[in-house]
């Protein structure tokens, strides 16, 4: 897909307009069919037809929405093509979601502000203080 604009600058390209037709067997999935137009409404000819394929991936927390693109030139070939992208796109996914667990498993974790002052002085934990465990 194409590169998302700044979003400080909200003018639309002219030259990068697409219709969207939502196709679906209401079983599987989605597929987005993608024309490409002319400003005045017409069908841009000189660009390629995009077909964006949509699932759902069911998680501990909920479903979680997938989008991937399905390389082709004409509808039948994207429901066609529409399994196998979508297997790439739930691996890609996971790999994702394992990528986002290490890194919050090897986060740094930072005491909040004000914290510092529980950690000086007497070489111990707060009042307790010496690092020994006290039974009340």
Do not use: C, H, N
Request: hydrophobic residues 40%; charged residues 25%.
């Amino acid at each position: 897909m194409a590169d998302r604009a700044d979003p400080r600058d909200p003018e639309m390209d002219a030259s990068a307009l697409y219709r969207e037709e939502i196709v679906t067997d209401r079983r599987v999935g989605t597929i987005r069919m993608m024309t490409p137009i002319a400003a005045d409404g017409r069908i841009d000819e000189k660009r390629p037809m995009l077909f964006v394929g949509e699932a759902q991936m069911l998680t501990s927390v909920g479903p979680l929405p997938i989008s991937f693109d399905i390389e082709a030139a004409t509808l039948s070939e994207a429901v066609a093509k529409y399994g196998a992208a979508a297997k790439d796109g739930f691996e890609r996914a996971v790999r994702e979601l394992q990528d986002l667990r290490r890194q919050q498993a090897s986060s740094i974790v930072v005491p909040p502000p004000g914290a510092a002052g529980a950690f000086s002085g007497g070489g111990g934990f707060g009042a307790g203080g010496g690092g020994k465990i006290q039974l009340p």
